[in-house]
C-alpha cells in the first residue's frame, strides 16, 4: 500500500478542480471511465510504457505556464487548402471562428452542446478508449473521458466534399485543455480530418474513429511550434473489413509532447497507416507510442516514424505488432529512425513483434545516427552550400514519413513547414 497512497493523493488532486458531467447520453461512459482511472491511478516512471517520459507535467493539478508568442506561419498551415473550419480557442469552441456545422454527407455536433438521451455517439464515446486499456493502461485517456467536457462529433455517410479542419489557439499562459472527439465513418464514407496549433499550456485529446466496412479515414495534424506547449494525444480506431485508416502527425518543438495511437484491424483486408515526422531543437521531449492489433486475414498495417534532434533534444519510439490467433496473412511493417544533428541530443526506442499466427510478414527496425556524410560531400562538391546541403539531406531522411499523406497539396504544406523550421534552426 506504500505505492498506493501516493497515487491516490496525486489522482484526487489532478481532478480536484475538474467538472464532472453526470447527466445526459455520455454519463455511463464518463462514470466508467471514473471508476477505470481510480483503479489504475496515474502513471509513474516506474511502469513499463512511460519509462522514457516523465509523465509529473501531465500529472501536476494546475498546467505549468506556457508563451503564447504568436506564429503567423502556423495560423496560415492549410490555408490555401478548401476546408470547414471549427475553431477552439483554449480548448472552448469558438462559434464565431468556426463555419457553419454543416458539410454534405457529413454530420456535425459538439461535444458539450448535446445533452439528449439518444445519440449515435453514445455507442462510440469511451467504448475505443475503454477497449484500448487493455493489455497497457492509459490513464490520461480514461481521466479525458471522464471529464472533457469540449470536442466535436463527427458522423461522415459519404464522401466529404473537403477536409475538415480542427484549428487549436492557444491564448492563456495557463491554459489547461481537454477535449475530446468522435469521429465515425460509416459503409464506404470517406473523410479528411486536419488538426493544427498548440491548443493550450497544457493539452489532452482523446480521438475515437470507428471506420465501418470500405469507409476511409485520413487524418493529417501539425503541432507546435511554440516552444513551452505540452501535450499528451490519443488516437483510439476500430477498422472494419477493407476499412482504410491513415494518420500523420508533424511535429516541430514542444517540451513534452507524448502521442499515443491504439489501433485495431477487426475486420478482413483493413488497412492502418500511422505515421509521424519530429523536429526538435533544446528543450524537446517527444514520444511516439504506437499499438497496433491485427484480428482479421489479410491486414495491412505501417508505423513510420521519423525524428530530427539537436542541441540535447529527446526522442521516444514505443511501437507494437500484437497479430492475434487467425489473423492470417497479416503484413505489419515497422521501422522508427532518428537523425541526431549533435551528440548531445538522444532517441529511445523499443520496437515489439507478438505474434500468434504462423502465416504472417512482420517486420520491424529502428537506427540512429548522424547526418550522411557522403551524401553532405556530394551536395557540396556541386556547390551547394553547408546549410541547405544538411536540409536537403533531413528532408530526405523525413520523406518517407511524409509519403504517407495520400493528398499531395496538404503533403506540400507540411514540406514548405519543415523547410521554415530548418531554416529558422540553421544555427
Not at 232 to 247: D, M, Q, Y
Request: proline share 4%.
Amino acid at each position: 500500500m506504500a505505492d498506493a497512497l501516493p497515487k491516490e493523493s496525486a489522482l484526487a488532486s489532478r481532478i480536484a478542480g475538474l467538472a464532472f458531467a453526470n447527466e445526459g447520453w455520455q454519463a455511463p461512459a464518463r462514470f466508467d471511465a471514473l471508476s477505470r482511472l481510480t483503479a489504475m491511478g496515474l502513471p509513474g516512471r516506474r511502469d513499463e510504457y512511460w519509462r522514457y517520459t516523465d509523465p509529473a507535467s501531465f500529472n501536476a493539478p494546475q498546467a505549468l505556464p506556457a508563451s503564447t508568442a504568436d506564429d503567423g506561419e502556423d495560423a496560415m498551415l492549410f490555408e490555401a487548402i478548401d476546408r470547414l473550419k471549427l475553431v477552439f480557442v483554449d480548448g472552448v469552441f469558438d462559434a464565431a471562428a468556426s463555419d457553419p456545422l454543416a458539410l454534405e454527407s457529413v454530420e456535425i455536433g459538439l461535444l458539450g452542446r448535446s445533452h439528449s438521451d439518444i445519440h449515435w455517439a453514445r455507442d462510440l464515446y469511451g467504448v475505443l478508449e475503454a477497449r484500448g486499456q487493455v493489455p497497457v493502461k492509459r490513464p490520461f485517456a480514461a481521466l479525458n473521458t471522464a471529464f472533457a467536457s469540449e470536442g466535436v462529433l463527427i458522423r461522415v455517410t459519404g464522401t466529404a466534399p473537403k477536409p475538415i479542419a480542427l484549428i487549436y489557439i492557444h491564448r492563456s499562459e495557463t491554459s489547461d485543455a481537454m477535449l475530446h472527439h468522435c469521429i465515425r465513418v460509416e459503409a464506404g464514407a470517406e473523410v479528411t480530418i486536419l488538426e493544427n496549433g498548440p491548443a493550450a499550456a497544457r493539452f489532452t485529446k482523446v480521438m475515437e474513429v470507428d471506420v465501418a466496412e470500405r469507409g476511409r479515414f485520413h487524418h493529417i495534424r501539425a503541432q507546435g511550434p511554440d516552444d513551452e506547449r505540452r501535450a499528451a494525444t490519443h488516437i483510439f480506431a476500430r477498422v472494419a473489413s477493407e476499412g482504410l485508416f491513415k494518420s500523420f502527425t508533424l511535429t516541430a518543438n514542444g517540451v513534452m509532447t507524448r502521442n499515443e495511437a491504439v489501433l485495431e484491424l477487426v475486420g478482413d483486408d483493413a488497412v492502418a497507416h500511422v505515421a509521424g515526422a519530429a523536429v526538435g531543437d533544446g528543450k524537446f521531449h517527444h514520444d511516439d507510442t504506437v499499438f497496433i492489433t491485427h484480428e482479421g486475414q489479410c491486414c495491412e498495417s505501417r508505423q513510420v516514424f521519423k525524428k530530427v534532434l539537436k542541441n540535447g533534444a529527446t526522442g521516444v519510439f514505443q511501437g507494437k505488432i500484437l497479430v492475434k490467433p487467425g489473423a492470417q496473412k497479416t503484413d505489419g511493417y515497422q521501422i522508427s529512425q532518428s537523425l541526431l544533428l549533435d551528440e548531445d541530443s538522444v532517441f529511445l526506442a523499443k520496437p515489439e513483434l507478438e505474434i500468434y499466427a504462423d502465416d504472417v510478414k512482420c517486420s520491424h527496425g529502428s537506427t540512429s545516427g548522424a547526418i550522411d556524410e557522403t551524401g553532405l560531400f556530394y551536395l557540396r562538391s556541386r556547390g551547394v552550400p553547408l546549410k541547405a546541403a544538411q536540409a536537403l539531406l533531413v528532408l530526405a531522411f523525413l520523406a518517407e514519413a511524409i509519403q504517407e499523406i495520400e493528398n499531395e497539396e496538404i503533403a506540400e504544406d507540411i514540406r514548405l513547414r519543415l523547410e521554415s523550421w530548418l531554416a529558422r534552426h540553421e544555427h
